[in-house]
Antibody, heavy 117, light 105 residues
Framework: QVQLVQSGAEVKKPGASVKVSCKASGYTFTSYHMHWVRQAPGQGLEWMGIINPSGGSTSYAQKFQGRVTVTRDTSTSTLYMEVNSLRSEDTAVYYC??????????WGQGTLVTVSS | EIVLTQSPGTLSLSPGERATLSCRASQSVSSSYLAWYQQKPGQAPRLLIYGASSRATGIPDRFSGSGSGTDFTLTISRLEPEDFAVYYCQQYFRTFGQGTKVEIK
């Protein structure tokens, strides 16, 4: 069965970086694009970026360009998302999700990133 | 950039009642790329509907989607206790609506 298992919660200081992982299993990792979506406390869903695990090509929401980097390791079927220059507004739950052509069909459990001095 | 506006913000209903949720796009979108998700507190979103009207695997038939162009609707025919949650529409893949909370009246 498809599973996306994310890394644990993080607490970071403003200006620091955080790298969240998402390990995929139960399917061929390189056959499906992957997304990152975040959700600030009490807020809605916000799309951040997408990666093609096969070739590694990426695309980001404009507001995250230059501050967010999505990568993958095909040898371990693991997806990564790094956010630099963290600020308090980046406090959120970060989700990875699998792309199935026109929808996101499987989601990770979420990783809470707290940015606080 | 397409903006999705969901209404109402909160829907207060009783179990057994019918829920009608709206998702309006700022410009016409392809029905093929309109999806709905359900999210319960502390959980990841769950895919309900894709292609505006196709139910995802395992989704009960009390959930249905319809619409085209700029106006889309998610209908829950008879609310079950487990259906009280927040619902999001998505214009694949970059844009989500702000959500509609379905709460127990």
């Amino acid at each position: 069965q498809v599973q996306l298992v994310q890394s644990g919660a993080e607490v970071k200081k403003p200006g620091a970086s955080v790298k969240v992982s998402c390990k995929a299993s139960g399917y061929t990792f390189t056959s499906y694009h992957m997304h990152w979506v975040r959700q600030a406390p009490g807020q809605g869903l916000e799309w951040m970026g997408i990666i093609n695990p096969s070739g590694g090509s990426t695309s980001y929401a404009q507001k995250f360009q230059g501050r967010v980097t999505v990568t993958r390791d095909t040898s371990t079927s693991t997806l990564y998302m790094e956010v630099n220059s963290l600020r308090s507004e980046d406090t959120a739950v970060y989700y990875c999700a699998r792309d199935l052509t026109n929808r996101l069909d499987y989601w990770g459990q979420g990783t809470l990133v707290t940015v606080s001095s | 950039e397409i903006v999705l506006t969901q209404s109402p913000g909160t829907l207060s209903l009783s179990p057994g009642e019918r829920a009608t949720l709206s998702c309006r796009a700022s410009q016409s979108v392809s029905s093929s790329y309109l999806a709905w998700y359900q999210q319960k507190p502390g959980q990841a979103p769950r895919l309900l509907i894709y292609g505006a009207s196709s139910r995802a695997t395992g989704i009960p038939d009390r959930f249905s989607g319809s619409g085209s162009g700029t106006d889309f609707t998610l209908t829950i025919s008879r609310l079950e206790p487990e259906d009280f949650a927040v619902y999001y529409c998505q214009q694949y893949f970059r844009t989500f609506g702000q959500g509609t909370k379905v709460e127990i009246k």
